[in-house]
């Protein structure tokens, strides 16, 4: 397919090293959520750049995290953080995460055919609160065309990677494994929303891309797409158990609660 503004590969359509960064640096065209910082592997950042993997090689990153994350909640509700449940802000932190690495992938995915390689040892940020956290991702390998058969590739390459490792470190505490993966569809949901709002010409890819990613497992049953390509997923993240004074009313768009007959 045509690659629009925003995912040409460079001058002369090339696949090098330097064109395919090129690719990746240019999703910031998209919104802060799929802005990345592209990386040579031979090169990793240094500070203030630090390894996600210490999401979960070190318990105490991810609390923090956390901790952080519950008195946001707190604060954007008129409440005082211990008021807001543990695991509430940890599903809240952990769909958090997983969006930030999604948002990138789908679009690349589905605009220039790239699924990249996700592991959280290759990535690294920056753990700022307040909007979407500095990421910064290996060059990846060439792409191809869109297909509905990239679906296989983008559960092997993101999902069962660092998308995989931050549920299961999500998992620590008594979050069910229902929310978590339903946590991951709702991303993916959120992702596809605004990549398509952002080129509508790549409608088709991401909608074809996504139906496939929650065909099957990890994600069969935590979501269905309606006709006009709204997600609605089958669990909660919980976050209305956040409502107060300062934001009675708390409900996600694509919310179980939300769609109920």
Known sequence: MPEGPGFSRGPGGDDSPGARGGSVAALAGLGPFFAV?????????????????ELVDDPAVFADRVARVRAALGTAAGRAAGE????????VAQLGLVARLLSPALALAAGTGTVPA????????????????????PNPAPGRPP??????EFRRSVLDTGVRELVAVAGRWPLSVRIRWGNVASALGG???????????????????????????????????????????????????????ARPGNLC???????RD
């Open 84 to 91: 807001i449940e543990e695991r509430v802000a940890v599903s």
């Open 37 to 53: 910082r592209p990386y040579d592997p031979a090169a990793p950042p240094g500070a203030p750049w630090r390894p996600m993997r």
């Open 118 to 137: 996700l592991p959280l040892s290759r990535l690294y940020w920056q753990p700022t609160l307040g909007g979407p956290f500095p990421l910064a991702v």
């Open 191 to 245: 992702a596809a929303g605004m990549l398509v709002a952002g080129r509508p010409e790549l409608t088709g890819p991401t909608r074809t891309l996504l139906s496939a990613l929650l065909r099957d497992e990890p994600l069969r049953g935590t979501a269905t797409v309606d006709a006009a390509g709204r997600l609605h997923r089958r669990s909660c993240c919980l976050i209305y158990r956040t409502a107060g004074p």
């Open 147 to 152: 297909t509905a058969e990239m679906a296989g």
């Open 253 to 259: 768009g694509d919310c179980v609660l939300a769609h």
